[in-house]
Nanobody, 116 residues
Framework: QVQLVESGGGLVQPGGSLRFSCAASGSMANINTMGWYRQVPGKEREFIARTFIGGGTNYADSVKGRFTISRDNAKNTVYLGMNTLKPEDTAVYYC??????????WGQGTLVTVSS
Protein backbone atom coordinates (compact mmCIF):
# COMPACT_ATOMS: atom_id res chain seq x y z
CA GLN A 1 0.00 0.00 0.00
CA VAL A 2 0.99 3.56 -0.67
CA GLN A 3 -0.31 6.64 1.12
CA LEU A 4 -0.37 10.03 -0.56
CA VAL A 5 -0.77 13.41 1.10
CA GLU A 6 -1.39 16.47 -1.05
CA SER A 7 -0.82 20.09 -0.11
CA GLY A 8 -1.43 23.35 -1.92
CA GLY A 9 -4.44 24.47 -3.88
CA GLY A 10 -6.97 27.16 -3.10
CA LEU A 11 -8.43 30.22 -4.78
CA VAL A 12 -6.47 32.09 -7.44
CA GLN A 13 -7.32 34.77 -9.98
CA PRO A 14 -7.19 34.08 -13.72
CA GLY A 15 -3.62 34.39 -14.94
CA GLY A 16 -2.25 33.48 -11.53
CA SER A 17 -0.07 30.61 -10.37
CA LEU A 18 -0.23 27.78 -7.85
CA ARG A 19 2.02 24.93 -6.83
CA PHE A 20 1.02 21.56 -5.37
CA SER A 21 3.04 18.92 -3.68
CA CYS A 22 2.21 15.29 -3.03
CA ALA A 23 4.24 13.22 -0.62
CA ALA A 24 4.11 9.44 -0.89
CA SER A 25 4.90 6.89 1.79
CA GLY A 26 4.63 3.15 2.20
CA SER A 27 5.59 0.49 -0.35
CA MET A 28 7.34 2.63 -2.94
CA ALA A 29 9.79 0.02 -4.27
CA ASN A 30 7.67 -0.90 -7.33
CA ILE A 31 6.39 2.58 -8.12
CA ASN A 32 7.47 3.83 -11.53
CA THR A 33 5.07 6.69 -12.26
CA MET A 34 3.84 9.71 -10.30
CA GLY A 35 1.38 12.21 -11.63
CA TRP A 36 -1.80 14.22 -11.47
CA TYR A 37 -5.40 14.04 -12.64
CA ARG A 38 -8.22 16.49 -12.12
CA GLN A 39 -11.99 16.19 -11.94
CA VAL A 40 -14.88 18.57 -12.36
CA PRO A 41 -18.20 17.53 -10.75
CA GLY A 42 -20.27 15.54 -13.21
CA LYS A 43 -17.30 14.74 -15.46
CA GLU A 44 -14.76 11.97 -15.65
CA ARG A 45 -11.36 12.30 -14.06
CA GLU A 46 -8.96 13.87 -16.58
CA PHE A 47 -5.26 13.10 -16.96
CA ILE A 48 -3.04 16.16 -16.46
CA ALA A 49 0.60 15.13 -16.22
CA ARG A 50 2.91 12.31 -15.19
CA THR A 51 6.57 11.71 -14.58
CA PHE A 52 8.41 8.43 -14.89
CA ILE A 53 11.14 7.11 -12.65
CA GLY A 54 13.58 7.50 -15.52
CA GLY A 55 12.77 11.20 -15.77
CA GLY A 56 10.42 11.44 -18.75
CA THR A 57 7.19 13.43 -18.56
CA ASN A 58 3.84 13.60 -20.35
CA TYR A 59 1.26 16.38 -20.32
CA ALA A 60 -2.33 16.76 -21.45
CA ASP A 61 -2.65 19.16 -24.38
CA SER A 62 -4.89 21.39 -22.28
CA VAL A 63 -2.06 22.21 -19.84
CA LYS A 64 1.06 21.84 -21.98
CA GLY A 65 3.23 24.93 -21.72
CA ARG A 66 1.43 26.16 -18.59
CA PHE A 67 1.89 23.33 -16.07
CA THR A 68 5.16 21.73 -15.00
CA ILE A 69 5.51 18.42 -13.19
CA SER A 70 8.62 17.58 -11.22
CA ARG A 71 9.69 14.86 -8.85
CA ASP A 72 12.06 14.43 -5.94
CA ASN A 73 12.79 10.72 -5.71
CA ALA A 74 14.72 11.09 -2.45
CA LYS A 75 11.63 12.57 -0.81
CA ASN A 76 9.07 10.46 -2.75
CA THR A 77 7.36 13.72 -3.63
CA VAL A 78 5.83 14.96 -6.86
CA TYR A 79 5.09 18.61 -7.58
CA LEU A 80 2.79 20.39 -10.01
CA GLY A 81 3.48 24.00 -10.88
CA MET A 82 0.58 25.75 -12.61
CA ASN A 83 0.94 29.07 -14.40
CA THR A 84 -1.41 31.23 -16.43
CA LEU A 85 -4.39 29.63 -14.77
CA LYS A 86 -7.77 29.81 -16.46
CA PRO A 87 -11.30 29.47 -15.05
CA GLU A 88 -11.57 26.13 -16.87
CA ASP A 89 -8.71 24.84 -14.72
CA THR A 90 -11.09 24.89 -11.75
CA ALA A 91 -11.32 21.31 -10.48
CA VAL A 92 -10.33 18.92 -7.74
CA TYR A 93 -6.76 17.83 -8.39
CA TYR A 94 -5.61 14.33 -7.45
CA CYS A 95 -2.09 13.06 -7.31
CA UNK A 96 -1.39 9.39 -7.95
CA UNK A 97 1.38 6.86 -8.11
CA UNK A 98 1.39 3.76 -10.29
CA UNK A 99 3.38 0.56 -9.96
CA UNK A 100 4.74 -1.82 -12.58
CA UNK A 101 1.43 -3.75 -12.47
CA UNK A 102 -0.44 -0.59 -13.47
CA UNK A 103 -2.08 -0.34 -10.05
CA UNK A 104 -2.76 3.26 -9.04
CA UNK A 105 -2.91 4.77 -5.57
CA TRP A 106 -4.61 8.13 -5.13
CA GLY A 107 -4.27 11.21 -2.97
CA GLN A 108 -7.22 12.78 -1.17
CA GLY A 109 -7.74 15.52 -3.74
CA THR A 110 -7.36 19.26 -3.38
CA LEU A 111 -9.64 21.94 -4.77
CA VAL A 112 -8.41 24.66 -7.10
CA THR A 113 -10.76 27.51 -7.92
CA VAL A 114 -9.75 29.99 -10.62
CA SER A 115 -12.00 33.02 -10.36
CA SER A 116 -11.87 36.78 -10.14
Amino acid sequence: QVQLVESGGGLVQPGGSLRFSCAASGSMANINTMGWYRQVPGKEREFIARTFIGGGTNYADSVKGRFTISRDNAKNTVYLGMNTLKPEDTAVYYCYVQNYNYLKFWGQGTLVTVSS
